[in-house]
Structures are given as structure tokens and as C-alpha cells.
T-cell receptor
């Protein structure tokens, strides 16, 4: 079991640039989640997929954020025209998808917008 | 009102004591409840989950759920300095989709 893998682990970017994060879930998990966490706050839900279908997207998520999971395996989260307020840890998680099963987090991708 | 509420702490207990962490939630339809531990700069790691009213024990950890009161707690017995971390409560609704997290309680166990 290789766990949830995220890349890159750290990213520093200038305001206005685009960034993309990749997540590889645990291989047998068909649900994949993206969360964002800032200092002193709990993880905030962004979106989740079952296989390749994006089933829910947070209403708080601006149009600058987009996520894909084209073949139902890995996923990407892109942030366009980054702002300083986007600085956070972006967490990917996966689960087998049955009701009540737990989600398992990757190590996170830290984004700093300067 | 946040969907999942936790006291931010910090909660400080001496080594060997029982630490009690509490969480309330607003959605009565919530079905699954989770406790995660998060060390500074790291991602959350699952400690326990509970689905039914009552207690569930796993080693030094006991999760307690009271759906009527919309309350879930985590007890840590024989607390160790290595238990010092932020503890996150998470709640999942009926659609088995997203989990909603509280902002966590910071626990410090003093030697």
C-alpha cells in the first residue's frame, strides 16, 4: 500500500501565475477528495470525484480553481491567476467510496503565493 | 454557526492523565464520525471512526457518540507527550460524500 501521493510537496509562485497539483490516490480507492487548509483552521472541502465524475464542488470555490480526474485514477487541481489568499496546504484524500468509510490523506502540497 | 464545532484549546494535561476532546455537529442526518490527529506541518492521520451511539475503544483511545445530543468525544487515556497535536473532528452526512471538519483542538501533554 503506497498511500496517497501528492506532487509537488512545496510550491512558491508569484501572484498571477497558474499552479497545478497532482494527486495519486490509493490504487483501489474510487473516491478522491481535495481539501484546503490554512493555519489554525480545519481542512476545508473543495471538491470530490467518484471515478472520473466530479460529484460535488464547494460553492466557496472560485472559478479560478478547477479539478480533473480524467481516467478515474490520478487527479489534478489547477489554480489560475493565483492570489496571496490562495496560500495554504492543499490536501488530497481518497476512500473506497462505500458509505461510512474513512478518507485517507496524502502529505499535502504547500502553496505560497508571493 | 459552523457545521462542526470544537474548542480550539489549547488543552493541557499532565503525562499519564486522561485527555477529553469534544465536538458538536449541526446536521442531524450525519452518519459517520471521525477523529484525526494532526502534527504541526503534517497532514491529518486517522485515529478512530464511530458510526453508532455509545463508546468505541481502540487501545488508549475511546470515541463516544451521542446522536440525540449531536455530540462526539474522544478520550485519550494515559496521555503521552507524543500525543501533543491538534485533534480534528470530522462528520460525514448521508450521501457518503464529503466529510466536514472542525477547526481542531490543540492538545499539549506535559511530561
Amino acid at each position: 500500500d503506497t498511500g496517497v501521493s501528492q506532487d509537488p510537496r512545496h510550491k512558491i509562485t508569484k501572484r498571477g501565475q497558474n499552479v497545478t497539483f497532482r494527486c495519486d490516490p490509493i490504487s483501489e480507492h474510487n473516491r478522491l477528495y481535495w481539501y484546503r487548509q490554512t493555519l489554525g483552521q480545519g481542512p476545508e472541502f473543495l471538491t470530490y470525484f467518484q471515478n472520473e465524475a466530479q460529484l460535488e464542488k464547494s460553492r466557496l470555490l472560485s472559478d479560478r480553481f478547477s479539478a480533473e480526474r480524467p481516467k478515474g485514477s490520478f487527479s489534478t487541481l489547477e489554480i489560475q491567476r493565483t492570489e496571496q489568499g490562495d496560500s495554504a496546504m492543499y490536501l488530497c484524500a481518497s476512500s473506497p467510496g462505500q458509505t461510512g468509510t474513512t478518507i485517507y490523506f496524502g502529505e499535502g502540497s504547500w502553496l505560497t503565493v508571493v | 454557526q459552523k457545521e462542526v464545532e470544537q474548542n480550539s484549546g489549547p488543552l493541557s494535561v499532565p503525562e499519564g492523565a486522561i485527555a477529553s476532546l469534544n465536538c458538536t455537529y449541526s446536521d442531524r442526518g450525519s452518519q459517520s464520525f471521525f477523529w484525526y490527529r494532526q502534527y504541526s506541518g503534517k497532514s491529518p492521520e486517522l485515529i478512530m471512526f464511530i458510526y453508532s451511539n455509545g463508546d468505541k475503544e481502540d487501545g488508549r483511545f475511546t470515541a463516544q457518540l451521542n446522536k440525540a445530543s449531536q455530540y462526539v468525544s474522544l478520550l485519550i487515556r494515559d496521555s503521552q507527550p507524543s500525543d501533543s497535536a491538534t485533534y480534528l473532528c470530522a462528520v460525514r452526512g448521508t450521501n457518503a460524500g464529503k466529510s466536514t471538519f472542525g477547526d481542531g483542538t490543540t492538545l499539549t501533554v506535559k511530561p
